[in-house]
């Protein structure tokens, strides 16, 4: 199976081989694929990190050469923080924008500069990472900072991201790996019986008529959480579910409350 890399800051995963396909995620720079399928212009995927599957344009993917995709196999990269870091390509000089979530390999502090796809990239200002035991401590003001921005079915960047984007992206800078979608991330971690009980960073979940899963956010202090519902924005949870203030009514119905983190 061919490996590949996103050298673009965000690349559309879609249902389907077109441009008009809905976007299911999107691959940030420095993550990789497996091309399951490849067409003329498009290629059936599998995203390493999280074993999401979709269709790519074979225009926006970097092919990975065998050995290079062996020696990341047991690289540990950092995952940027920042919301945005400004780099510059050294093989060709081309300045772009890269998103929180984006995987730096090899990073050398001394020079601001790190790999991608075998490439050396330097880093127009100094990135942010932050470290795993900091996660309960640290995580809301972490997601805060994603606040107002846009929802977006499929998105998982600072210009737009759902639900579990904003939950994935969030625990991925912190070194945690989560999976993609809502129904896969309540399967994780360990049931908080009570809200009363629950502590800042765990996740709830939240059903429709059906019982199905179909929403999550991070549960912040004093009764508060951090969803993508319009935009990422800061709601009232009680035992009953989300009750937003500018609606006057309650919103999401709350399921099942879970800690991913100790």
């Known amino acids: 199976m061919q490996n590949i890399v996103s050298l673009l800051p965000v690349i559309p995963v879609r249902s389907g081989p077109s441009e008009t396909g809905e976007m299911v995620t999107q691959i940030v720079f420095g993550e990789h694929a497996v091309i399951l399928e490849k067409q003329k212009k498009w290629s059936f995927v599998k995203l390493s990190e999280d074993g999401y599957q979709g269709w790519v344009n074979n225009l926006m993917i970097t092919d ?108 991925k800078l912190f070194g945690r790996q989560l999976p993609r979608n809502s129904r896969q991330q309540v399967k994780m971690g360990k049931r908080v019986d009570f809200i009363d009980n629950a502590q800042t960073g765990d996740l709830a979940f939240f059903e429709n008529e059906q019982g199905k899963i179909i929403h999550t956010g991070i549960l912040a202090m004093n009764g508060h959480i951090i969803h993508a519902s319009g935009m990422v924005r800061l709601d009232r949870i009680d035992e009953k579910g989300i009750y937003n203030h500018t609606l006057n009514r309650y919103t999401h119905k709350l399921s099942i409350i879970k800690n991913l983190i100790d």
Not at 72 to 99: A, H, K, W
Not at 103 to 119: N, Q, T, V
Not at 152 to 160: Q, S, T, V, Y
Request: include cysteine; charged fraction near 20%; glycine fraction near 12%.
């Open 64 to 171: 990975v050469p065998d050995e290079q995709a062996g020696k990341l196999t047991g690289s540990y990269p950092e995952t940027l923080g920042s919301l945005f870091l400004p780099v510059t390509s050294n093989s060709d000089e081309r300045q772009f924008y890269i998103p929180a979530g984006s995987l730096l390999y090899d990073y050398e502090p001394s020079g601001r500069k790190f790999k991608a796809g075998g490439i050396v990239f330097t880093c127009g200002q100094q990135p942010v990472f932050h470290k795993d035991d900091d996660l309960r401590k640290c995580i809301e003001q972490v997601a805060s900072k994603f606040m107002n921005i846009p929802y977006l079915w499929g998105g998982k960047n600072p210009f737009g991201m759902d639900c579990s984007g904003l939950t994935q992206t969030v625990f």
